[in-house]
Every structure is written in C-alpha cells, then in structure tokens.
C-alpha cells in the first residue's frame, strides 16, 4: 500500500484502496464490491464503488 497511498489526495480513498485490496488479497470464494465490503466491515459497497468509478487519483505521482 505504501506505493499507491500517495496517490489519493484525501484519506478516506486510501482506506477504501487498502479494504480493496485486503479483499482481492483474501480468501473470498466470490470477490465483488458487497462481499469485500462485508469482509472489512463496511456496512454497505458504496465506498468500494465510488473508489471504483468515480475516485479521483494521480496516477502519475509518486511514479518512478
């Protein structure tokens, strides 16, 4: 995470990239945005979502 979290200009992105990927990286026999939200806890997939579609990041900082 430490090479992407530089590229969320607010901190609540970067906590939803972490669930995100904590959940791609689990053992989740079915991965979308409910069930990863229900395995870290969120009560609903909206913040998966936004990140999803409609965060705004910088791909190109921290780039090297």
């Known amino acids: ?3 992407i979290c530089c590229r969320f200009g607010r901190v609540e992105p970067r906590r939803r990239a972490e669930d995100l990927v904590l959940g ?3 053992d ?3 991965k979308n945005c409910w ?3 229900e395995h870290v806890g969120a009560a609903r997939p909206d ?3 936004h990140l999803l579609g ?3 990041w910088d791909h190109d900082r921290g780039a090297r």
Do not use: E
Request: proline share 6%.
């Open 1 to 3: 995470m430490g090479r």
């Open 24 to 26: 791609l990286a689990s």
């Open 28 to 30: 989740l026999p079915i």
């Open 35 to 37: 069930t990863i939200a």
């Open 47 to 49: 913040g998966l979502q």
């Open 54 to 56: 409609k965060a705004v």
